[in-house]
């Protein structure tokens, strides 16, 4: 038993008693490596569940099959999940190739069902963190479980709301508990269709260093391109196991079509990770300097995100001063513009040269991107 006390900044204490198994006592032979879960984002037919696992199984490298049997919509009329036949058609698979399964629970009539299949671990999505009284259904229905339970991260950036979820699982007597670090929703156009704000399964880890905490590069991602890199990133950082969509046709998938990669990809994928020489969860060998870094490096990103996206604005103000003819440059705009923001910035503890240098340039560059796009226009005219 372990005690964990800490705070992080202002949002994050913990104080109570939980124990928590590694995750190298989770499964027989998973015992030295990072756990890789696999598998389409939904379980759609009986064919595409047992040809998507048979593939996955040849492998060699996957040791759970997942897939979404009750699907979280955001429009009713999409595929909202197969229910109970996707369950016959994962112990089918399960049978045949000896992989684990992974299915997403929301409710405890989802736990009772997926339990009956021999469901071997499951998640809680996303969305269901939302909602703390479904939560607690949830876990209450979970005492005493000895089956693995990972948490994913909640849609937006709630480190005290993530760490809430896991508590109330920790306190429902779940030992094999994880947490599953999908990204945060941008709410705005970007690379990643969900932010990996790394800052925060390093925040997580410090406040409770022996969870163990997979990565969804998938959901990260939102497409193929980028889950090796994220992948890559997850195992530098120490995690504990990749869960990463794959199905056997992805372009026909009915739900995450745009991310999954078939098992044949996901095989080079995992063929060309370096594996780091460290052990999975040991939280030691996380370079302290090392962490700080990655959270640095993770808002530097954030920051160029931020940027992008201002600059796109600007591209629909430059169209509108073409149409109202508005000069570009408005000397009181900047004034009021920078006081505000020294104003804020001092309440942040910035300093305000630093903050006024630093607008200048945004500002500067956002006027020189509307010059060059209204002044060929002016030309033509
Ligand atoms: C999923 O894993 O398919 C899923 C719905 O994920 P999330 O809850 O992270 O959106
Ligand atoms: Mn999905």
Redesign the pocket.
């Known amino acids: 038993m372990l005690v964990f006390t800490a705070q992080i900044a202002n949002f994050a204490k913990i104080n109570f008693r939980m124990s928590i198994i590694p995750i190298s006592q989770w499964f027989k032979g998973v015992e030295n490596r990072p756990l890789i879960i696999a598998g389409p ?1 939904s379980a759609e037919t009986r064919e595409q569940v047992l040809k998507t696992a048979r593939l996955l199984a040849h492998l060699g490298r996957v040791d759970v099959l997942r897939a ?1 049997v009750w ?2 919509r955001s429009r009713p009329g999409n595929f909202q999940g197969a229910g109970e036949p996707a369950l016959e058609w994962l112990a089918e698979a399960k049978q045949e190739t000896g992989l684990l399964l992974a299915v ?1 629970v929301a409710t405890p009539q989802h736990l009772e069902l997926a339990m009956r299949y021999g469901v071997d671990l499951f998640w809680v ?3 269901t963190l939302l909602n703390p009284f479904s939560v607690d259904e949830l876990a209450t229905a979970m005492e005493g479980i000895n089956k693995p339970v990972l948490i ?1 991260n909640p849609i937006h950036p709630d480190l005290d709301l993530w760490i809430g979820t896991i508590e109330r699982f920790a306190k429902a007597g779940v030992q094999r508990l994880g947490a599953i670090h ?1 990204g945060f929703s941008p709410f705005q156009k970007s690379t990643f269709r969900n932010l990996p704000k790394w800052e925060m399964p390093i925040d997580l880890k410090s406040v409770m260093p022996n969870l163990p905490i997979i990565c ?1 590069p998938s ?1 990260i991602s939102g497409n193929p391109d980028l889950i090796q890199d994220i992948s890559q990133k997850a195992l530098d950082l120490s995690m504990d196991g990749l869960m990463i ?1 794959s199905h056997v046709t992805p372009s026909e998938a009915l739900s ?1 079509a745009k991310q999954q990669v078939t098992p044949a990809e996901l095989g080079r994928i995992l063929a060309d990770l370096s594996y780091r020489k460290i052990l999975p969860g040991n939280i030691d060998s996380v370079d302290i300097l090392e962490s700080l870094r990655e959270k640095i490096d993770s808002l530097d990103m954030q920051i160029l995100e931020l940027l992008a996206q201002r600059m796109d604005i600007v591209d629909n103000i430059a169209e509108y001063k073409i149409k109202n003819n508005v000069a570009i440059m408005q000397l009181r705009r900047w004034e009021e513009m920078i006081e505000r923001r020294i104003e804020f910035a001092e309440q942040l503890g910035l300093s305000t040269e630093y903050v006024k240098n630093l607008l200048r340039l945004v500002h500067m560059e956002s006027v020189r991107k509307q010059a060059q796009i209204i002044s060929p226009r002016e030309n033509l005219g």
């Open positions: 984002c979404g699907k979280p997403e999505g996303a969305r994913k999908r969804d959901h969509e995450d």
